[in-house]
């Protein structure tokens, strides 16, 4: 199965890998894609036939769901979460910001224990302009389908919550972390 897929197909594709857990049916789609159903059925229909999508009837209505079990399942979602999924779209909208010298994804996501019902959770390092952030978070959660909870620290008040033994801020660093802006040397060092 080639992985090139048509521009609907990416768009159908980024709802299914950013909320793998719940189905969808076909108008519904349509609405979050902003298309007419008739302008992508045959994409869908492809992903169906390939085995990424599953395809149901409930109440006489057909509605599709990401197929789990597909062999190339992890690599599929791997991809798309660097590329459009939350991972690749928060790193697209943090990096213009100034002033943020570390941000990373932490929690359930991070630990790849998410669901459709998880939240995101975003850790950023530095003082970049609040209301420019916020606006940007906002439109992504809306985007994402999905709520980012996000904290925001100085480097100072950073370093003051892990002299001071926060267990929060313990957990986030014995955790796994996806790293957007910086690495985990930058954030050893500032530690």
Excluded at 21 to 30: A, D, P, Q, T
Excluded at 112 to 133: K, N, Q, R, T
Excluded at 134 to 143: C, D, G, M, N, V
Aim: glycine share 4%; aromatic share 10%; charged share 30%.
């Amino acid at each position: 199965m080639p992985l090139n897929f048509t521009k609907n197909q990416t768009l159908i594709l980024e709802i299914f890998f950013n909320n793998p857990e719940k189905s969808y049916y076909l108008r519904e789609l349509g609405r979050m894609i902003n298309k007419e159903p008739g302008v992508f059925q045959r994409d869908i229909n492809k992903l169906v036939e390939s085995g990424i999508l599953i395809s149901e009837y409930q109440a006489k209505s057909r509605f599709f769901k990401l197929n789990k079990n597909h062999p190339l399942y992890k690599e599929l979602k791997s991809i798309f979460f660097k590329t459009l999924g939350a991972e690749g779209k928060l790193k697209e909208i943090l990096e213009p910001i100034r002033k943020i010298k570390i941000a990373f994804i932490f929690g359930s996501y991070a630990k790849d224990e998410e669901d459709s019902f998880s939240d995101i959770d975003l850790m950023i390092i530095g003082s970049p302009d609040e209301d420019l952030l916020i606006s940007k978070i906002s439109k992504l959660e809306t985007r994402l389908d999905r709520e980012i909870n996000y904290h925001i620290f100085s480097q100072k008040d950073w370093k003051k919550k892990i002299q001071g033994e926060h267990s929060f801020i313990k957990s986030i660093l014995l955790g796994r972390k996806i790293f957007l802006i910086s690495n985990k040397n930058e954030l050893s060092r500032i530690c």
